[in-house]
């Protein structure tokens, strides 16, 4: 074991840690906010996370390993959500912590789904109360915080803007103060244990939510066909899958402008990702019904 001298920080904490809560409330901003670098995608729809993500951050009093979760859906109906539901609490089962994300001033039914998943796995949990900067008068939260505290025997009740940035550090050190005791499980420079293949698909996806925000169905996936390193770039063939003729019509627009518009946004974001040039050429196909076949959702990448 390497010895230490004093004044020399050690790493001695380590643990994993559930991003809980409705969809919407910022659980990937603030994943994102606290690695510094954009893993999770985000965008103003709802339900943009669909794969659980470890996201690694080393600090000097420990290392924290991030899952970000699909969040927990009331309609459990179609396989897709089955599987949301399933990635979701099993995801929260198995870890040292959870954070419980809520938007501050509101509670509904779903974050009260998200803490029953919580209470029901026994695990310790932070309630996060994030997007305060919504909040001009700081005083008005305080009988939001102290409803939440006695909701549940949260360790820390903390509000946050994961957007701007406030009071995430101290966050940062209440939930490695709460990990249990150990070595790093991974190089210090490491922040995810995703492949860049995952991230390019994701970042299709992104482009997708963003653009098509109001016409484009959630029944939209992506899948990277081709990815290869030549001649110092990267060459990425990504297919975008949708279910009727309708909706790739709609991708592609008038003249392929559309389609352009979302695979040029795309490369230029993996680019920055990859710290590398990209190749990228996006095609888009039709499967029907991909997100209520099991079988489909499978080959899709969609499987526990
Ligand atoms: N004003 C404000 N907006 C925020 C903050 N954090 C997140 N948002 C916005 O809230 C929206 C949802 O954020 P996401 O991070 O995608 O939410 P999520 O909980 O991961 O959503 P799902 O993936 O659907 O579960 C985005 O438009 C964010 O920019 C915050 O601290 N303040």
Redesign the pocket.
């Given at each position: 074991m390497a010895e230490s001298n004093p004044g020399e920080s050690v790493a001695s904490r380590c643990g994993t840690v559930a991003?809980i809560?409705?969809?919407?409330?910022?659980?990937?901003?603030?994943?994102?906010?606290i690695l510094g670098q954009k893993l999770?995608?985000?965008?103003?729809?709802?339900?943009?996370?669909?794969h659980a993500i470890l996201g690694i951050k080393t600090r000097a009093e420990g290392q924290i390993l991030f899952v970000?979760?699909?969040?927990i859906h009331e309609r459990g109906g179609s396989a897709l959500n089955r599987y949301l539901n399933r990635a979701a609490r099993s995801a929260i089962a198995d870890t040292d912590l959870a954070l419980l994300?809520v938007e501050a001033g509101r509670w509904s039914e779903e974050d009260a789904k998200a803490l029953e998943a919580i209470a029901a796995a026994g695990v310790p949990a932070i309630a996060v109360v994030?997007?305060?900067?919504?909040i001009a008068d700081k005083s008005a939260l305080l009988p939001y915080l102290q409803q939440l505290g006695e909701r549940h025997a949260f360790r820390h009740v903390i509000p946050?803007?994961?957007?701007?940035g406030?009071q995430i550090e101290t966050l940062e050190c209440l939930i490695v103060e709460s990990l249990p005791e150990g070595e790093p499980a991974f190089p210090e420079d490491q922040i995810t244990d995703r492949s860049e293949r995952f991230f390019a698909a994701e970042l299709v996806r992104e482009q997708l939510m963003q653009r098509y925000g109001k016409e484009l169905p959630y029944c939209t996936t992506v899948e990277i066909e081709r990815f290869e390193m030549a001649e110092g770039r990267y060459l990425i063939n990504a297919l975008i899958w949708v279910e009727r003729p309708g909706q790739k019509g709609i991708i592609i627009g008038k003249r392929g402008e559309a389609l352009k518009a979302v695979a040029t946004q795309a490369r230029l974001e993996m680019q920055k990702l990859f710290d590398c040039p990209v190749h990228l050429e996006v095609w888009v196909k039709i499967k029907k019904s991909w997100s209520s076949d099991e079988a489909a959702l499978s080959t899709l990448g969609y499987h526990d």
């Open positions: 991003i809560g409705r969809p919407n409330v910022g659980k990937s901003t603030l994943l994102n906010r999770a995608i985000t965008s103003h729809k709802a339900q943009t996370t669909r970000d979760t699909p969040g994300v994030n997007k305060v900067d919504w946050v803007s994961a957007a701007k406030d």
